[in-house]
């Protein structure tokens, strides 16, 4: 079992920054790739970024490509999630999620995921 606990949200300005932080608990972290989501309401929720277990590969959606940067730190089990130049429509609940396998955009692979945290941008 892992848990998992998003940070970071709140409210900024259109063209401004956020990160975000995921700390996970439970199961050696490093045994998991992780990934993070965001879903507004009534749309799926879809993928935005992720990252292998060591750091080594990362992935994004073509809507943050360039703006936003998925790191992890496997010493402090946390995965991060910088988001510069934001966008209104990045505004969402944004979700961390561990992957016993390898980086998939695909949400149905992820085994754990956190509670999700606000990200509101205003234009």
């Known amino acids: 079992q892992v848990q998992l606990h998003e940070s970071g949200g709140g409210l900024v300005q259109a063209g401004g920054s956020l990160r975000l932080s995921c700390a996970a608990s439970?199961?050696?972290?490093?045994?998991?790739?992780m990934g993070w989501f965001r879903q507004t309401p009534g749309k799926e929720r879809e993928f935005v970024a992720g990252?292998?277990?060591?750091?080594?590969?990362?992935d994004y959606a073509n809507s943050v490509l360039g703006r936003f940067t998925i790191s992890r730190d496997n010493a402090k089990n946390t995965v991060y999630l910088q988001m510069n130049s934001l966008k209104a429509e990045d505004t969402a609940v944004y979700y961390c999620?561990?992957?016993?396998?390898?980086?998939?955009?695909?949400?149905?692979?992820?085994?754990?995921w956190g509670q999700g945290t606000q990200v509101t941008v205003s234009s």
């Open positions: 999620a561990a992957n016993g396998m390898t980086i998939t955009t695909r949400r149905q692979s992820y085994d754990y």
């Open positions: 439970g199961r050696t972290f490093n045994n998991y790739a």
């Open positions: 990252i292998s277990r060591y750091g080594g590969s990362t």
